[in-house]
Nanobody
């Protein structure tokens, strides 16, 4: 069993910064693609930033130049550094990982529980 635990959300003024963390625990043999998503009430969950198993890191246009996704594979943790935050960034942020729970090529998708980020203008 794998669990993703997020931390780092909160209330911040516009122009401020926050760093979200997401740690995978349990039986983790390896992690393929990872990403951060966000959702506001009444809207679909959207990709904010992702590091695919292969290919370049990608960002939503609205966060390019302000957000940075990184990963620490030794610790099974991913981060989202968010700078110059805007009120439009207010949402619940979810982490996502493709985790291999046994040796081999197959990975399962897991989600974090979500963490609220509120940006006051």
């Amino acid at each position: 069993q794998v669990q993703l635990m997020e931390s780092g959300g909160g209330l911040v003024q516009a122009g401020g910064s926050l760093t979200l963390s997401c740690a995978a625990s349990g039986t983790v043999f390896g992690i393929n693609g990872v990403g951060w998503y966000r959702q506001v009430p009444g809207k679909q969950r959207e990709l904010v930033a992702g590091i695919p198993e292969s290919g370049p890191t990608n960002y939503a246009e609205s966060v390019k130049g302000r957000f940075t996704i990184t990963r620490d594979d030794a610790k099974n943790i991913i981060y989202l550094q968010m700078n110059n935050l805007e009120s439009e960034d207010t949402a619940v942020y979810f982490c996502h990982m493709e985790v291999k729970i046994r040796n081999g090529p197959f990975a399962h998708a897991y989600w974090g529980q979500g963490t609220q980020v509120t940006v006051s203008s």
